[in-house]
T-cell receptor, first 114, second 115 residues
Framework: DSGVTQTPKHLITATGQRVTLRCSPR?????VYWYQQSLDQGLQFLIQ???????AKGNILERFSAQQFPDLHSELNLSSLELGDSALYFC?????????????FGPGTRLTVT | AQSVTQLDSQVPVFEEAPVELRCNYS??????LFWYVQYPNQGLQLLLK??????LVKGINGFEAEFNKSQTSFHLRKPSVHISDTAEYFC?????????????FGRGTSLIVHP
């Protein structure tokens, strides 16, 4: 158990809908990262938050947004969903300091868009 | 920009045989290297990491990897695999880019251990 929790575990929704994925980092970790894993694209970095502020942005679509709250949990919002958004979405956390190179991954949320 | 190439998408091997999973990277600056393992229906778990110092690093579950700067490689090895090692293995490289150590992951190698 990495200490990172993600909810829900599975999500099935229709095209055009909006969903919210939730992540709670390990106790004491300030950084949260979101990744998308699909068969054709592999593991793609989406966005990082550090102590409530956006720190780095990757291949995140404009239809997607995220935020990190004062209690350090994070939410990833996916809107106007398309079939191609079906994937595993992982959250990871790290201490966020210069020495914290490794990340701890949650179990993921499997999103199916029908 | 950094990139990672995992040369084999699938590696089948018999139980108790040795295995090597290959990883090559490209980067114009100093790198930090990682191997993660993903068991079915689970998230990624750190196996081992190279930050600096000895080029041979040992990780969990009997795995080790060797950093070879001249060949820009970080191959993962295990002298004797078990059925339970069947999983997806990801090599990752990160650099300090604006203070944010965002890793770039390879496409993964599926290790399949046969009895």
């Amino acid at each position: 158990d990495s200490g990172v929790t993600q909810t829900p575990k599975h999500l099935i929704t229709a095209t055009g809908q909006r969903v919210t994925l939730r992540c709670s980092p390990r106790s004491g970790d300030l950084s949260v990262y979101w990744y998308q894993q699909s068969l054709d694209q592999g593991l793609q970095f989406l966005i990082q938050y550090y102590n409530g502020e956006e720190r780095a942005k990757g291949n995140i679509l404009e239809r997607f947004s995220a935020q990190q709250f004062p209690d350090l949990h994070s939410e990833l919002n996916l809107s106007s969903l398309e079939l191609g958004d079906s994937a595993l979405y992982f959250c990871a956390s790290s201490a966020g300091t210069a020495k914290s190179y490794e990340q701890y991954f949650g179990p993921g949320t499997r999103l199916t868009v029908t | 920009a950094q990139s990672v190439t995992q040369l084999d998408s699938q590696v089948p091997v018999f139980e108790e045989a040795p295995v090597e999973l290959r990883c090559n990277y490209s980067s114009s600056v100093s790198v930090y290297l990682f191997w993660y393992v993903q068991y079915p229906n689970q998230g990624l778990q750190l196996l081992l990491k190279y930050l600096s110092g000895s080029t041979l690093v040992k990780g969990i579950n009997g795995f080790e990897a060797e950093f070879n700067k001249s060949q820009t490689s970080f191959h993962l090895r295990k002298p004797s695999v078990h059925i339970s090692d069947t999983a997806e293995y990801f090599c990752a490289v990160s650099t300090s880019s604006g203070g944010s150590y965002i890793p770039t992951f390879g496409r993964g190698t599926s290790l399949i251990v046969h009895p």
